[in-house]
């Protein structure tokens, strides 16, 4: 039997052998046409008017559109014409929420959001760390400070968009993850992803921020809280299948829009789980989940939750940009262990220190072993914790196990073991 998994723009494939091979994997029947999803969402919007009614009723004469970076698939290519058809007086700027990742180049700028589209708007591009593009508008009840990008909250019409899909840690994506961190500040960003640590310090990860968890998971109700205060006139929330195609949209007001959309994810790619087994081989889904480690991580978080104690993982990720970013070097370099990261986290919250954080509990706790088929290098693989393999020697782990579980888009398919 071969197997063909997404490694960047490209495919690996690999002969299984004899093994018996159980593949965690949905396959989404669309009839809808890209088009027909974005219009139907918008036609009939859940909990609000219309998005050109809602223009009219707040007399807006400008608009501010949060859309997501290269890091997300959100088909914004699809749903920018739509958006613009519905506001064709209205002067409106694109606001890309980079939360902290990096500035996107002109390239990239243009391919999420279409060269004609491109031509419509006004382009900004969020900034963490500009005190200036930077406006302070309340607290949550966890005391984190809700500090957002100025031009959102100066606008006439907020729109929301964004693809839901399981997040290690905040549940979801999508949603309020557009304003939290998309156009937070840093340290707006810092105070919410702390809640991922259980109180005291030391005792790890808190088990309700993972994903698929959104009641409960304090990380979530803490975006929701600074959404909230935001208060965004409307969302667009789209859903995209592991070929990067859309297969389903939901829109209207922000919270219920939401909710719908992720119940969507739920059906779609949810996939129930009898047993474990001792090798998962788990590829994040070529580009862009695999653009850095930083990002192909996710499919690491989901797929540990089908391996055994003790077991193997396998991790088919390019990274092609590396490790991600440049604090890399400390959180997986100067850190011996998850006390030790944790305590460091407290003090100063990155996301690739959560991930050095959850890389120490699977080796450490659960005693996994982690190897990943990359263009990372031996040496960046040893410093992330992972092991270096080629292809003959996926082949050999697999063909050697008695079954594996393969997942071919693990970022964002997710195993409910029941």
């Known amino acids: 039997m071969s197997l063909h998994l997404p490694y960047g723009k490209g495919v690996f494939t690999a002969d299984t052998g004899g093994t018996s091979i159980r593949t965690l994997h949905k396959e989404t029947s669309v009839q809808d046409t890209e088009d027909e999803i974005i219009a139907s969402a918008l036609r009939s919007p859940m909990g609000t008017a219309p998005l050109r009614s809602l223009a009219a009723q707040k007399g807006a004469a400008k608009a501010v559109i949060v859309v997501s970076d290269i890091t997300r698939r ?192 739920e059906q779609m790619y949810g996939v129930p789980l009898s047993r474990r087994s001792d090798l998962v081989l788990v590829s994040a889904g070529g580009f862009p989940r695999d653009i850095s480690f930083y990002q192909a991580t996710k499919a690491l978080s989901h797929s540990e939750r089908a391996v055994n104690d003790g077991g193997t993982i396998i991790l088919v990720a390019e990274c092609a940009e590396g490790i991600g970013p440049a604090s890399h070097e400390f959180w997986f370099g100067a850190l011996q262990d998850e006390r030790e990261i944790d305590r460091e986290l407290r003090r100063n919250f990155e996301i690739i220190g959560y991930m050095a954080l959850e890389i120490a509990h699977l080796r450490n706790r659960r005693g996994l072993r982690l190897v990943t088929l990359t263009g990372l290098s031996h040496d960046q693989c040893v410093h992330v914790g992972m092991e270096k393999i080629n292809g003959m020697g996926v082949q050999d782990l697999v063909s050697e196990a008695q079954e594996a579980i393969v997942m071919p888009s693990g970022s964002d398919t997710l195993p409910v073991v029941g």
């Open 74 to 265: 959100t088909g914004a290519q699809v749903f920018m014409p739509h958006l613009l058809r519905q506001l064709p007086d209205l002067e409106i700027t694109v606001l890309f929420a980079l939360g902290q990742h990096r500035a996107m180049r002109a390239e990239e700028i243009d391919e999420i959001l279409g060269v004609q589209a491109r031509r419509r708007v006004c382009v900004l591009q969020h900034d963490a760390q500009s005190p200036e593009d930077l406006l302070a508008v309340g607290e949550t009840t966890r005391g984190t400070p809700v500090i957002v990008n100025r031009a959102a909250m100066e606008s006439d019409l907020l729109i929301l968009t964004g693809a839901a899909a399981y997040h290690s840690f905040a549940g979801f994506g999508g949603g309020p993850k557009s304003v939290l961190p998309g156009i937070s500040a840093a340290e707006s960003i810092r105070a919410n992803h702390q809640l991922v640590l259980n109180d005291p310090p030391g005792e790890g990860m808190n088990s309700q921020a993972r994903a698929g968890i959104a009641d409960g998971n304090p990380v979530h109700e803490d975006m929701l809280e600074a959404c909230q205060l935001v208060q965004p006139d409307f969302l667009l929330n789209t859903i995209c299948g592991p070929d990067g195609r859309l297969v389903g949209a939901s829109a209207g007001d922000p919270l219920m829009a939401h909710q719908a959309v992720c119940r969507q994810v």
